[in-house]
């Protein structure tokens, strides 16, 4: 069985979708925390935490590893410290994400060489790719059309594939488009009273 690691990425500029009145902090670690959660409860796969934000290992199940990048690490340089066979990287600013798309992520996996889930309004969700990640590929979930530019990079399309999208929370009008109907992201929901 291949070895699968489930990565949730927390940068300190997801602070800012934080809610008028809500405390920037508290809302970076609710969303975080909710992802990690959600990750944590997939069968088959490791979960991880990258962080540039210190003080962040509270969120996480004891002997689950906390991995320190930098703020502006590409994301390449972050895939080749984890050590499994297959690996995503969620964005922790989708505190609603559904568990189901992080599983296609990795069954695309079985026809091409990077998995993408795209955000609405550009960008990436999450991404999966075999580890080592491949040579022609550099990745940024921040990147507006993450797939265009991929797609780019590689020696042919096909290497590239997509899942259904989903919502990232990265200003604070994003708050309203959190799904009230889907189980999870509690910390998030006491937060900013969603729901």
């Given at each position: 069985?291949?070895?699968?690691?489930?990565?949730?990425?927390?940068?300190?500029?997801?602070?800012?979708?934080?809610?008028?009145?809500?405390?920037?902090?508290?809302?970076?670690?609710?969303?975080?925390?909710?992802?990690?959660?959600?990750?944590a409860?997939?069968?088959?796969?490791?979960?991880?935490?990258?962080?540039?934000?210190?003080?962040?290992?509270?969120?996480?199940?004891?002997g689950?590893?906390?991995?320190?990048?930098?703020?502006?690490?590409?994301?390449?340089?972050?895939?080749?410290?984890?050590?499994?066979?297959?690996?995503?990287?969620?964005?922790?600013?989708?505190?609603?994400?559904?568990?189901?798309?992080?599983?296609?992520?990795?069954?695309?996996?079985?026809?091409?060489?990077?998995?993408?889930?795209?955000?609405?309004?550009?960008?990436?969700?999450?991404?999966?790719?075999?580890?080592?990640?491949?040579?022609?590929?550099?990745?940024?979930?921040?990147?507006?059309?993450?797939?265009?530019e991929?797609?780019?990079?590689?020696?042919?399309?096909?290497?590239?594939?997509?899942?259904?999208?989903w919502?990232?929370?990265?200003?604070?009008?994003d708050?309203?488009?959190?799904?009230?109907?889907?189980?999870?992201?509690?910390?998030?929901?006491?937060?900013?009273?969603?729901?």
């Amino acid at each position: 069985m291949l070895t699968r690691i489930a990565a949730v990425l927390v940068h300190q500029h997801m602070a800012q979708a934080a809610p008028p009145g809500v405390d920037p902090r508290e809302f970076l670690e609710a969303v975080a925390e909710d992802t990690y959660e959600m990750v944590a409860g997939l069968d088959l796969v490791t979960p991880v935490l990258l962080t540039s934000v210190p003080g962040l290992d509270d969120l996480v199940w004891p002997g689950t590893e906390v991995i320190s990048i930098a703020e502006g690490e590409p994301l390449r340089t972050t895939l080749a410290r984890l050590d499994a066979e297959q690996a995503a990287v969620i964005s922790a600013d989708a505190p609603d994400l559904p568990p189901l798309l992080v599983g296609k992520l990795f069954r695309e996996l079985g026809r091409a060489e990077i998995a993408v889930c795209p955000a609405e309004n550009g960008g990436a969700v999450a991404l999966a790719c075999a580890l080592p990640p491949p040579a022609w590929a550099d990745p940024d979930l921040d990147a507006y059309d993450i797939v265009k530019e991929l797609r780019a990079q590689a020696p042919g399309p096909r290497r590239v594939a997509t899942t259904p999208g989903w919502h990232r929370l990265r200003a604070p009008e994003d708050v309203a488009r959190l799904d009230p109907g889907l189980e999870g992201w509690d910390n998030t929901r006491a937060l900013v009273g969603a729901g």
